[in-house]
């Protein structure tokens, strides 16, 4: 059996020492440093890169919240404005109104007034022309002048059973 | 010539390459296959470590991330069994694991030789890592070392027995490190040749016979896949019991 062969025990073991040593330095010194560099280079940079990322999603949070309290106030204020507005569009145009109503009382007043005295004043004229030509009916047909009074009388009676 | 070259044990057979004594004998420095095979296994972890690495990328390639891999397998391995204080002793544990697994895995290549296979390489792996952590313990401990001896809590009237056990399975780690690993390479490696000769001499058998060589070539093919198996495993455990011995050296509780 070979491996018993105890003439290849020495520069077996003498070959293991060297070429062991040789593995340990170059691993300990050369080769598991840089992979430590790279392994934990990459868990921080993830590390940063997370930590960069909840940083910004703060700032977006508070920049949407900022905004949404700007949107608020302004809405707040708008509606300010417009309430002020529509008051102010309210009382105007009750004012207005009134003045014009004012008016319009004010001159159908007028209207009926001129209206009145017009009517009596036709009506004036109308017992007038009506006794006129009453009088002038009965001198034709009767040849004699009736008094003014006896006209005026039969047409204010007749008339008055008109208008009833 | 013939007959030995047929031989199951002929692929562990040390022979002289350079620095011969008088007619091929072997002296202390003498280059043979067995140190040409420790060579390419350095030459190998190192390809893998320190070639593997040179763009150090973020985003690793295919031999970086393998360089990554071993590199956090051990230290896991190191930091969930001897915990922190065995961040100093990491650069062994890996050049340990790493040696002992190229040196497995190029052992599988046909015609190669398995330089773990040799009990008195891998003993002498094992009588480092024994005489090493046992000298750890003692500077870390002093004369509490010897209480792992005599477990706490039992009777005083038992420590005849239990002393004398102890001792003997504390000296015993070397023994049973250094033989399993051997006893794994050089069992398999056996058994791999013994069913690849079987192939030859079914074929050789002639006719109908000959077409039977397909068994044992299904065997041999299924043993391979089991070797490479075998081959990982044993590295892992060499480096994952040398990780036990160390956290009962730096860990040891002082009552």
Known sequence: ???????????????????????????????????????????KRLEHDLEEAARLKRETEKAIADYEQALAAARAKAQAIAGETRARISAEQAAVKARLEAEIAERTKAAEASILAAKQQALAALKSVAAEAASDVVARLSGTAPSNDAVEAAVAQALAKRSA | MAAEQHSPLEQFKVKCIALCGDGGTLQAFSFTNASLFMVLSVVGAVLLMVYGMRQRSLVPGRL????????????????????????????????????????????????????????????????????????????????????????????????????????????????????????????????????????????????????????????????????????????????ILTCLYLAEAVNMEHH
């Not at chain 1, 062969?5 to 440093?33: C, D, G, H, N, R």
């Not at chain 2, 000769?197 to 041999?220: D, E, N, R, T």
Request: aromatic content about 12%; overall charge neutral.
């Open chain 1, 1 to 43: 059996m070979p491996q018993l062969e105890t003439a290849t025990f020495l520069p077996q073991l003498v070959w293991l020492l060297i070429s062991f040593v040789i593995l340990y330095v170059l691993m300990a010194k050369l080769a598991l440093p840089r992979v430590a560099e790279v392994v934990d280079g990459r868990r």
């Open chain 2, 64 to 239: 970086q991330s393998v360089a990554e891999l071993s590199y956090e397998f051990v230290a896991n391995m190191v930091r969930e069994n001897v915990g922190p204080n065995g961040r100093q002793y990491f650069p062994f544990i890996f050049s340990l694991f790493i040696f002992v697994l190229m040196a497995n895995m190029l052992g599988m290549v046909p015609y190669s030789f398995t330089v773990t296979s040799h009990i008195i390489v891998t003993f002498a792996l094992a009588i480092v890592v024994f005489l090493g952590i046992t000298a750890i313990a003692i500077a870390r401990n002093g004369i509490h070392f010897f209480t792992h001896f005599m477990p706490a809590g039992v009777p005083m009237w038992l420590a005849p027995i239990i002393v004398p056990i102890e001792i003997i399975s504390y000296l015993s780690r070397p023994i049973s490190l250094s033989l399993r690993l051997c006893a794994n390479m050089l069992a398999g490696h056996t058994t791999l040749k013994v069913f690849a000769g079987f192939v030859v001499s079914m074929i050789g058998m002639g006719g109908v016979l000959s077409a039977s060589g397909i068994l044992p070539l299904i065997m041999v093919t299924a043993l391979t896949a089991l070797e490479f198996l075998i081959a990982f495993l044993q590295a892992y455990v060499f480096a």
